[in-house]
């Protein structure tokens, strides 16, 4: 059988503001999915909020994967279940290579008893090395890049690629893309689109975020999803995407009788719809 990300009503607020409000989406192994919506409409609160980021306050509903609850669970440990996030904006850790963070994640990941601490046993050296050399050559990133810091100076691109050898590493059941090409060049998309559709197959599944279809021309999505003011309006195929693409989110706006601006009852509308135009 394979698992599936069961998202059912789910409400979460930053800082006291909501910001998904009733959000509903089933991910299986192997499915691709793709999320598009305005800026600021929810996208990457709702991709932290799976993850379990500590900013981001579930106010109601319910995650399962593969039928387990989640939302109690530390981020480390859904990620243990097979869940996997690629950051809008990856951070950068000085002195830790990417080889001893990726050594580190993967051990915590794949070990029974991990509680993701320091007494994490960390699996041998040697086969660690030969695994990343593996799947550094099948998605041509440079062997240097082992070896230097966690995302320290690297280009947008290559904090992007960096991300999907953490992808490849960690084999998730399921991942969440959150617009692994916002930043790239056109070459880059079609890279880091290539290096992701290598990985894909029947164990994995895919949530991509992203603003334009280029991205999906690579990795084509079984699945289009809208989302506006919190929730999923819409979810079709891959003409949904093109019809955003040629019209935009105003047609869909007008069908849902949602304002350009998201109505907010403290009186934050004024100023939300100066800067969202
Ligand atoms: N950590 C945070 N602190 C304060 N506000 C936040 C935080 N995270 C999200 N928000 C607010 O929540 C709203 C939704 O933001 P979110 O980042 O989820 O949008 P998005 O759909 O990912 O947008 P984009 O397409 O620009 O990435 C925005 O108004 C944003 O300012
Ligand atoms: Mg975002």
Do not use: C
């Not at 394979?2 to 930053?14: K, R």
């Not at 550094?136 to 070896?147: N, T």
């Amino acid at each position: 059988m394979s698992d599936e990300l069961v998202i059912d009503d789910l409400h979460v607020s930053v800082e006291d503001k909501p910001i998904i409000k009733g959000l509903n989406l089933r991910i299986k192994q192997g499915e691709i999915h793709a999320l598009m919506g305005p800026n600021g409409s929810g996208k990457s609160t709702l991709s932290n909020a799976l993850m379990g980021h500590p900013h981001y306050d579930v106010d109601k509903g319910t995650v399962t994967f593969n039928g387990a609850p989640i939302l109690e669970l530390e981020p480390n440990e859904r990620a243990r279940l097979g869940l996997f996030l690629a950051f809008q904006y990856p951070t950068a850790i000085p002195g830790v290579t990417m080889a001893n963070f990726l050594r580190m994640a993967v051990s915590s990941v794949r070990s029974e008893n991990s509680n993701g601490s320091e007494t994490t046993e960390l699996i041998p050296m040697r086969e660690f090395r030969r695994e990343l050399r593996g799947k550094m050559k099948q998605l041509g990133v440079d062997e240097s890049f082992a070896r230097r810091y966690l995302n320290d100076g690297f280009s947008g691109g290559e904090k992007k690629r960096a991300e999907i050898l953490q992808l490849a590493m960690l084999e998730p059941k399921v991942a969440i893309l959150d617009e692994t090409d916002s930043g790239l060049d056109i070459d880059a998309v079609r890279i880091v689109g290539e290096s992701v559709n290598q990985l894909i197959g029947p164990n994995l599944g895919v949530l991509i975020i992203t603003h334009y279809p280029r991205l999906l021309n690579y990795i084509r999505p079984e699945y289009v999803h809208v989302l506006l003011d919190g929730r999923i309006v819409e979810s079709g195929g891959w003409e949904l995407a093109e019809l955003l693409e040629e019209k935009g989110y105003d047609p869909i706006r007008e069908k849902y009788g949602i304002a350009a601006t998201v109505p907010d009852t403290d009186g934050e509308a004024e100023e939300s719809s100066a800067f969202r135009g």
